[in-house]
């Protein structure tokens, strides 16, 4: 991804619309990694309680 961005700074094209292409692939990178980071914080929750209630070792 990253490296289009580049490409695209190489080719010319206008400063702006890069900019704002990197913004779009960073807003999608940051939700990407926030749901990710909500899903393992949840598998974590149902492990630990596991292991408290049921006595999975």
Do not use: H, N, P
């Not at 961005?5 to 900019?19: A, C, H, I, P, Y």
């Not at 807003?27 to 990710?36: M, N």
């Amino acid at each position: 991804m990253e490296e289009t961005v580049e490409e695209f700074e190489d080719s010319g094209m206008d400063s702006l619309t890069v900019s704002l292409y990197q913004m779009d692939l960073d807003r999608a990178q940051f939700l990407l990694r926030s749901y990710l980071r909500i899903r393992l914080q949840k598998v974590s929750q149902i492990v630990y309680y596991g292991y408290c209630v049921y006595d999975w070792v």
